[in-house]
T-cell receptor, first 110, second 115 residues
């Protein structure tokens, strides 16, 4: 059974700082997705990573995938308040069912 | 363009009643998915439809849950004889097609509360 773990579960960080969220999964897969969820809102697709070594960047967020280590990272550079949200990684085992991680709640304060 | 549309946005019902949740996917998307988000269980896959293929029902928690997709477009998730543990946000998503690493686009969800 595929398990997807994220850490940390909660992250409180100061504006301007850098930090990384980790997503570990238990079974080989080369499809990993990152989503953002604002309180009371739905999930917004951020990144799709489809191969080992894939790196995608959008603004202050950069995601990478290491399929051999079964690890994806979401790096935040110079955080701003607007990045406050919950971030989910999700793995697809070629079955099209997304198995989601526990989520990381990010809070950015001045 | 229009995103995934779900209705109702909120539903409160008494234990034991049946409920129907509706999802209208993005036009042209052949794959449609249902997920459930609850505090205790996180985000869970329920069922998915791809074109005219038989749906993958492997995530449905019990036989009280069923779903159909008519005409390859709109889908309805039905929960019979609702229980309090069914309380959750039910999310629908669609993608261009399955098996291609396409991102799934989510609707705003239906918040279901069972009294």
């Amino acid at each position: 059974e595929l398990k997807v773990e994220q850490n940390p579960l909660f992250l409180s960080m100061q504006e301007g700082k850098n930090y990384t969220i980790y997503c570990n999964y238990s079974t080989t897969s080369d499809r990993l997705y990152w989503y953002r969820q604002d309180p009371g809102k739905s999930l917004e697709s951020l990144f799709v990573l489809l191969s080992n070594g894939a790196v995608k960047q959008e603004g202050r967020l950069m995601a990478s995938l290491d399929t051999k280590a079964r690890l994806s990272t979401l790096h935040i550079t110079a955080a701003v308040h607007d990045l406050s949200a919950t971030y989910f990684c999700a793995v697809d085992l070629d079955t099209d069912k997304l198995i989601f991680g526990t989520g990381t709640r990010l809070q950015v304060f001045p | 363009g229009a995103g995934v549309s779900q209705s109702p946005s909120n539903k409160v019902t008494e234990k034991g009643k049946d409920v129907e949740l509706r999802c209208d996917p993005i036009s042209g998307h052949t794959a449609l998915y249902w997920y459930r988000q609850s505090l205790g269980q996180g985000l869970e896959f329920l069922i998915y439809f791809q074109g005219n293929s038989a749906p993958d029902k492997s995530g449905l928690p019990s036989d009280r849950f069923s779903a159909e997709r008519t005409g390859g477009s709109v889908s309805t998730l039905t929960i019979q004889r609702t229980q309090q543990e069914d309380s959750a946000v039910y999310l629908c998503a669609s993608s261009l097609r399955s098996g291609a690493g396409q991102p799934q686009h989510f609707g705003d969800g239906t918040r279901l509360s069972i009294l």
